[in-house]
T-cell receptor
């Protein structure tokens, strides 16, 4: 079974530029998550999708971050304009279960460096 | 979601059992205890979860106290490949799958 795919693995940009990250979840997984992990910290949830609807985006800095999952499959996370403090690993995760418990499967992440 | 408290770091000798504690004194009756680990430069990996009863799988055992205010993850025979950050998380299971809120975790170093 293929895992969660993310791209690009690494990205270096100047501040005020824009960047987009792509995630393809495990086939059949209805729930998709984007996390931000700053060096030395645990992952922080940015947004959770259920199919193509947003369940929770309370921690997403909406003035510069946006995310979409138009067809309920793959997802894109965009940052525009980027700030120095956005340097982090952006992790995508997916989950099959829609009711009850279920494990999250994480991708390897996209490492962003903002100069 | 209830918060968890974990020691920031622990050492363990290779081949010995690693016992990682977690305090979740404000856990609610419908919240599960989950453990994930993150090996350097990789995404977090699911280990085990439980509600009330002790659980065991091929990776680890989870011991939850009777009052559910704390738990211990046990890696029975730690290897060098178990060196990672271990996260204890309490999570409500709902019809959206329930979100995982990570804390700082415990950095486990397994030494030869």
């Amino acid at each position: 079974e293929a895992g969660v795919a993310q791209s690009p693995r690494y990205k270096i940009i100047e501040k005020r530029q824009s960047v987009a990250f792509w995630c393809n979840p495990i086939s059949g997984h209805a729930t998709l998550y984007w996390y931000q992990q700053i060096l030395g910290q645990g992952p922080k949830l940015l947004i959770q999708f259920q199919n193509n609807g947003v369940v929770d985006d309370s921690q997403l800095p909406k003035d510069r971050f946006s995310a979409e999952r138009l067809k309920g499959v793959d997802s894109t996370l965009k940052i525009q304009p980027a700030k120095l403090e956005d340097s982090a690993v952006y992790l995508c995760a997916s989950s099959f279960i829609t009711v009850g418990t279920g494990e999250l499967f994480f991708g390897e992440g996209s490492r962003l460096t903002v100069l | 979601d209830a918060k968890t408290t974990q020691p920031p770091s622990m050492d363990c000798a290779e081949g010995r059992a690693a016992n990682l504690p977690c305090n979740h004194s404000t856990i609610s009756g419908n919240e599960y205890v989950y453990w994930y680990r993150q090996i350097h430069s990789q995404g977090p990996q699911y280990i085990i979860h439980g509600l009330k009863n002790n659980e065991t799988n091929e990776m680890a055992s989870l011991i939850i106290t009777e009052d559910r205010k704390s738990s211990t993850l046990i890696l029975p025979h730690a290897t060098l490949r178990d060196t990672a950050v271990y996260y204890c998380i309490v999570r409500v299971a709902n019809n959206q799958g329930g979100k995982l809120i990570f804390g700082q975790g415990t950095e486990l170093s397994v030494k030869p």
